[in-house]
Structure formats: C-alpha cells, structure tokens
C-alpha cells in the first residue's frame, strides 16, 4: 500500500484501492470500494448489490425504465466562443484580454509577414523555384493566438499548416526560407519536402506529413512531462480531417486515461483537401467528440485571435495544474487551395472563398480593433506592408543564392554507424552521379 502511495504521488497515478475482501460468502454487504473518473467527475462507490443502482464498472449512472437512445444532437449546436465581432469590437468588456498595444502590434505583425511569406513562397513554387507549397491563409488568427497563450518551454506538434506558431516563436525567415528551398542552411538538411519545418531550440517537432501520427506521440510526451513533473504542457495541433484517423482516437484516449497536461488544437477549416466537412462525419464537429472521451472541451471562433488566445491560456493553465487534457475546436476557414498540388475552384465555389476573405478574415478582424483603438492607421499599415515584403524577399533571395546540403547527408542521422546495405547503396548512388555527372549539377551541393 505504501509502494502504491509513493507511485501515486510521484507520477499523479489514480488507482482503484480494493479493499479486503471480509464479506465473500455474503453478497448483500459492502464488500469493494472503487474510485474512478467519469468525464472528470470523481466517482466513488461501495459494491452493494442491495441498492438499486448500477454497479458497473464502466459508467456512472443511474438504471431508467423507458426505452431511449441518445440522440446525437440532443442541444442545437456547441456554441462557438468570441471575443469580438466581425467589426472587432469586443462584446463582452470581462473577456476583453486587454492586453498591451506592443502585444496586439506585434500578433498583427506576425499575422501579416506570415501572409506575405505565403503569397511569396506560393508564386515562387507557381514559377518552379521550389518544388512545393502549402499557405495558412485565413487561419492566421489560431495560430498566433494560441502560440502567444503558451510557455516558450511548452511542447508543439504541429501538423503542417501551423506555421504562425513556429514564426512567433522567434524562427527566423532565413531558416523558413532554407527549409522550402532544402539548401545547405536548413535544419532538416534538406531530406524533407517543403514546409516540414522544425526546431528543437524553440520546442517545436518536427512536421510529418502522415497525418495523425503527432496525436499519440503528443499524448505520450505530454506523459512524460507529468511524470518528470515539468510544468510544461504540450500543446498538439491537427486540422478536422486528421480527426478521423485512429491515431485520433489512440491519443485522445491515452491522455484522458492517464491525465496529461496537453492541449489538443483542432483548425476546423472546413475542408480535408476537397473533402468538406459535411462528408467528413457526423454529429456536431470535433468538439463534440471531447466530452466523450472524458475531455474538457470549448469551440472557439478561429478568426477571432482574442478567443483563441483566452481558450489556448485557459486551456493551458489548467492542462498543467490539473494534469488533464483539454481540446479546442478552432473554426476557421482554408482560404487557399489545400497545396500547390491542388485546385480547389473543382470543388468549391468563388463566392464562397471570397466571403471568408473578404468578409470574415482573422487579419481584417484584428486590424479593426487595432484601428478603432487608435493604435494603427494607413500610415502604419504601408509602411509595414513594405518593410515584410522587403524581408521576406530578401530572405528568398539569400536562400537561393545558398549551397545545397553535401550529398552524403542523405545517409547519416538514422543510424550510428552506416549498416553495409546502405554503405552499399551510398557506393551505387556515387558510382551512378560519376557516370552520368552530366545530369547532376553536382557543382550546387556543398562538399
Ligand atoms: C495518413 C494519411 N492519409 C492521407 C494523407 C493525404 N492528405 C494530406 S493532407 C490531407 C487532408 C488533411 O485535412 P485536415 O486534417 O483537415 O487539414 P488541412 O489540410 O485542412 O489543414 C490528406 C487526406 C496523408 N498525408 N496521410
Ligand atoms: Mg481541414
């Protein structure tokens, strides 16, 4: 029992105690005593077949006589929480986050270069410049709002169209730049395709493009850093489509059970490359599905950078005092095409595209607030139009002009030592450029 106390109390480990069993021959008495978690709720009960209540193990509930199954949609619709309207006014002054004018500029900032970096790398990939892209338009807001909520020591997996988190946390436009163009500069060393971007200094995993597979290995990370007592939190980022794999279901269910500090970020924006939500599930989107797993659970407006970023701190201080996990449906809007591989004018229509960038867009929303504050006008708005433009080109610019990797790179960082099938296959990769250098501009890759 002691043993069982020290475990509990070094890794925060629930456990059923079971009693000595004094009653064995005699079921009408109390014989068990059990305590468990039904979505949050500390459920304890005495074994007593004499009361007529459920003793199950698996639900904590009480009998009915009336046949009745649960309907799906038994409220209208989770509601999705704001801060501000579409004017960015705030609506309700007790939420206003008020947070200070350099704050508010520099999310506006973020914001916007990472639209411009977007626009930029998207034609450059339209003039064959590099060889893939995906932008993040119209979700800028859930990305910034939610990176600015968490501890720089906290722990981000990301899917691949977080970008806005990893540029707030400082990563600089010369290395978004090398990993897109894979040269010499590039943390990945240019083994990975375009925007499979990643940074151990800033805590951020590196993208892998399997969707899905960061949902278990966040639950897990999130466990360790309960265990190790941390103070972190893991914060795990995945659009609605990712949300139907089985590896969903592993990692929401891993982190409930064993109560870990993570924040499960979903981007509802609407689509799975052309497959709209409405043919992706049913029932009332992701948020719908926390509860079930026993997960605390908000719908936020994304568009909105002032909701995500209160639900995202929330959500987080509470994630890593409680040790639970949490899960924010972000609703958003992909205003891009899926990737440079796509065209979604084959599945959508313009009208639609061009209300959520026009009429409902998180950029226009906080340049509003910002506005009707005072804290930004046209001025400002040229100015830094001009400026990030100016960055980020010069950024691409030096990437360019940039070595690729050494080729031998291609075969280090797995193993140690090299095992001989791919020694074997390094000697073919040389002896095939040697024979047809002609087809190889081996004079780019550093030596
Ligand atoms: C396991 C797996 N299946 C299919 C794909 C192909 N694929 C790449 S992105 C994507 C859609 C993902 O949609 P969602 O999770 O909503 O993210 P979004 O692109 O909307 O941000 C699909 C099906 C993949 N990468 N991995
Ligand atoms: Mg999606």
């Known amino acids: 029992m002691a043993a069982f106390r020290v475990l509990r109390k070094f890794c925060g480990i629930r456990y059923n105690v079971i009693c000595q069993n004094k009653g064995l021959n005699d079921f009408s008495r109390h014989f068990q005593y059990r305590e468990f978690r039904i979505n949050g709720v500390l459920c304890q009960q005495t074994l007593d077949s004499s009361t007529e209540r459920p003793q199950f193990p698996g639900a904590c509930a009480d009998f009915v006589d009336r046949l009745e199954f649960i309907q799906p949609n038994v409220i209208s619709g989770i509601p999705v929480y704001r801060v501000m309207n579409r004017q960015g006014q705030i609506i309700n002054p007790s939420e206003d986050p008020q947070l200070p004018k350099e704050m508010v500029v520099n999310f506006y900032q973020k914001m916007t270069l990472l639209n411009t970096m977007d626009r930029i790398l998207y034609e450059s990939q339209r003039q064959g410049r590099i060889s893939f892209y995906a932008t993040n338009f119209g979700e800028e807001g859930t990305h910034i709002g939610s990176a600015a909520a968490l501890d720089p020591n906290d722990l981000v997996f990301g899917q691949y169209r977080e970008v806005g988190v990893l540029m707030y946390r400082g990563f600089p436009l010369e290395l978004f730049m090398a990993q897109c163009h894979a040269n010499a500069d590039d943390l990945g060393k240019g083994r990975q395709m375009p925007v499979h971007y990643g940074s151990k200094d800033l805590n951020f995993v590196t993208i892998s493009s399997t969707l899905a597979t960061q949902i278990p290995q966040a639950a897990g990370a999130a466990y360790t850093m309960k265990r190790e007592n941390s103070n972190r939190a893991v914060i795990c980022y995945f659009g609605e489509g990712a949300a139907s794999e089985g590896d969903a279901h592993a990692g929401f269910n891993f982190s409930a059970t064993l109560e870990c500090p993570i924040i499960f970020f979903c981007r509802n924006n609407g689509y799975a490359i052309s497959t709209p939500t409405r043919e992706q599930y049913r029932g009332d989107g992701i948020a719908a599905r926390g509860p079930g797993y026993g997960i605390m659970t908000i719908r936020v407006d994304g568009n909105d950078v002032f909701a995500v970023y209160n ?14 996990p949490f899960l924010i449906e972000a609703m958003t809007y992909r205003v891009g095409h899926h990737s440079t591989s796509d065209d979604s004018l084959a599945y959508r229509s313009v009208d639609e595209v061009n209300y959520w960038d026009k ?9 509003n607030y910002m506005t009707g504050r005072g804290w930004w006008g046209e001025e400002e708005e040229q100015a830094w139009r001009k400026e990030s433009q100016e960055q980020v080109m010069q950024a691409l610019e030096y990437a360019e002009r940039q070595p690729k990797p050494q080729i031998e790179l291609l075969f280090t960082d797995v193993y140690q030592e090299l095992p001989p099938h791919l020694e074997k296959q390094k000697q073919a990769m040389w002896r095939h450029l040697k024979q047809y250098k002609e087809h190889y501009p081996l004079s780019i890759y550093e030596k």
């Open 311 to 324: 639900a995202t701190k929330e959500a987080r201080r509470r994630a890593v005092t409680e040790n639970q």
């Open 359 to 367: 009429q409902d867009h998180p950029i226009s929303r906080l340049r």
